[in-house]
């Protein structure tokens, strides 16, 4: 009792928390919205093994922008229901609502954090996996990984209270995990995962034959391209800070950590879709707006469905690469040479991020 009358009753995180929550259910829209435009507008390269514009890395983005409006919006009706204010200043009424919906979230959230990460595996099987076939089958194994930690975590979500109504209804008899090492333990592992996306196609990209600074600034945009890292590192500190301090005022204390939660999934969403954005950003700088307008004359530009017209040779640190006529394709690429059975020559755009292999015959 002692404890609860040193609380201060008038405390309340519910203003950050709803402005937060609207930003980023705004936000990630747009993001993805721009994403799809640029997608429209980029070509499909001819000797790619992706026929389509639109691929899987895009239709999960979209579906992670979803799940994210879904999340912001249940989010809202969690401040509306007492989340951050303390316990007792909640009307008891609404006290097994906020909990059966903090139920329901975890389920959604989870599977919106998964979804994202497997739009990045996608971006990446775009990029490189018809020239490396063991990244291929690394990154398969990363999407194993990511599928099981989630059924993992909504098994675990499932049955974290025995019976499993008692996960709402605390008035039952029973037992329940503690919240803050089912949290914990979610966030470590998903951190994990996170970094393993992060860093795989960074030998890849280091080994690229261009000048240092060159290097860095191919590998700097992959980096910014998964800042989710950042999000999932503060998810984890925070929920390891608040410790089991999140069972005994709830509706309080997992403020701070529904903070970085609320922004996870929209993050994920932002950074999968950067190399889109820059390529929108480049274009219009280049050419002004009107260049970015799908019209069917552009639109007709981007299709490759006849003969492909070589541009010109390049040349970067002593490399040459054959370049295929491309509009609004930025005419800065980075280019290298691997040496392999067959000689191949990747060229990354940087600007919508494009890789081409042509075989020259010497």
Not at 39 to 46: F, G, H, K, Q
Request: aromatic share 10%; glycine share 6%; charged share 15%.
């Amino acid at each position: 009792m002692s404890s609860a009358t040193a609380v201060d009753l008038s405390e309340s995180k519910q203003a950050g928390l709803r402005a937060l929550y609207i930003a980023m259910a705004i936000v990630p829209t747009v993001i993805v919205l721009i994403r799809a435009w640029s997608r429209a507008l980029l070509p499909v390269s001819p000797t790619s093994i992706i026929s389509t514009k639109f691929w899987w890395d895009d239709w999960t983005a979209f579906a992670a922008a979803a799940i994210n409006i879904a999340v912001c919006g249940l989010g809202i009706k969690l401040i509306d229901l007492g989340l951050g204010l303390h316990v007792q200043a909640v009307p008891p009424e609404n006290i097994e609502k906020f909990l059966k919906l903090l139920w329901i979230i975890y389920y959604i959230f989870d599977t919106g954090t998964a979804v994202g990460k497997t739009s990045a595996l996608f971006f990446y099987a775009r990029i490189f996996s018809a020239s490396h076939s063991k990244f291929k089958y690394a990154l398969w194994l990363v999407h194993a990984l990511n599928v099981a930690w989630l059924l993992t975590i909504l098994l675990c979500v499932t049955f974290m209270c025995d019976p499993i109504r008692k996960a709402w209804d605390i008035t039952l008899p029973g037992k329940c995990l503690n919240t803050g090492i089912l949290w914990t333990g979610s966030g470590v592992t998903s951190l994990l995962i996170d970094v393993i996306i992060l860093i795989m196609p960074l030998p890849m990209l280091w080994k690229l034959k261009l000048k240092l600074i060159r290097r860095i600034q191919v590998v700097g945009v992959f980096i910014c391209g998964y800042l989710v890292v950042v999000v999932s590192i503060g998810r984890v500190v925070t929920i390891i800070q608040a410790g089991t301090q999140l069972s005994l005022d709830p509706t309080y204390n997992i403020s701070t950590p529904v903070l970085w939660l609320g922004s996870e999934i929209a993050i994920s969403v932002i950074s999968v879709s950067i190399p889109s954005v820059f390529f929108l950003v480049q274009q219009v700088h280049r050419k002004g707006f009107w260049s970015i307008v799908p019209t069917s004359t552009n639109l007709r530009g981007n299709s490759h469905t006849g003969t492909h017209d070589h541009l010109r040779d390049e040349e970067d640190d002593g490399l040459v690469a054959r370049t295929h006529n491309y509009p609004y394709l930025s005419q800065t690429k980075a280019t290298a040479e691997f040496s392999g059975a067959n000689e191949r020559q990747e060229s990354i755009a940087h600007s919508g991020i494009i890789v081409m292999h042509n075989i020259e015959v010497v």
